[in-house]
């Protein structure tokens, strides 16, 4: 098992080698907020405030990026992104529900044209039955239209790899939500 891991985790980055050193997304994604004259906010738990360090790796990111939150526990999330405590009671922290109220509460409470949110386990510890390693939960909205996504990427992948690939999948969502309401 321990081969196999380290394989899927070697696999991952020279995979992802030349995106990380070319920003291939984050600059595709400032693009389309210069653009478009988009301000975005993001609301991480799961991947810790890395989409808003990515999106900052891009050279004149203050023009685009409004105010970005890591709400790692339930408290910050309902007090900063009025997330409503019966929601994270009835489906848990890592659901559809939470990721589509955290954008809400972006939208509602900040002055900013887009947002995003994510929620997941990215391991090792944290799974239940029902919610592996693995799983994000990621939630895109403006003014207009509210969606979320569910994304399980490999479980052998290693923490930091994990979050790394959520980020990747933020991002490429967003790209998507981008490409259709602009």
Same mark, same amino acid.
Do not use: H, W
């Given at each position: ?8 985790? %070697? ?5 992802? !080698?030349? &995106? ?18 988009? *301000?975005?906010?993001? &609301? ?9 360090? *990515? ?9 685009? %990026? ?9 408290? &910050? ?58 799983? !994000?939960?990621?939630? !895109? ?28 999948? &933020?991002?490429?969502?967003? !790209? ?7």
């Amino acid at each position: 098992m321990l081969l196999k891991k380290l394989f899927v985790n %070697i696999s991952f980055i020279l995979k992802n !080698i030349a &995106a990380i050193v070319f920003l291939k997304r984050e600059k595709k994604i400032a693009e389309y907020l210069l653009k478009n004259a988009l *301000r975005i906010s993001t &609301a991480e738990s799961c991947t810790g405030g890395l989409i808003s360090s *990515r999106l900052t790796d891009v050279s004149g990111s203050s023009a685009f %990026i409004f105010q970005n939150f890591v709400t790692y526990a339930n408290q &910050a999330k309902t007090e900063l992104l009025e997330v409503n405590p019966k929601t994270i009671e009835e489906n848990g922290v890592v659901s559809s529900e939470v990721a589509s109220e955290m954008v809400k509460g972006l939208l509602n409470k900040y002055n900013c044209s887009i947002a995003l949110s994510t929620t997941g386990i990215a391991g090792p510890l944290g799974a239940t039955e029902n919610k592996p390693v693995g799983l !994000i939960y990621i939630g !895109i909205a403006n003014k207009e239209v509210t969606k979320t996504y569910r994304y399980e990427a490999n479980p052998l992948l290693a923490r930091r790899l994990m979050k790394y690939e959520f980020s990747n999948k &933020a991002f490429d969502l967003l !790209i998507d939500f981008l490409k259709e309401n602009y």
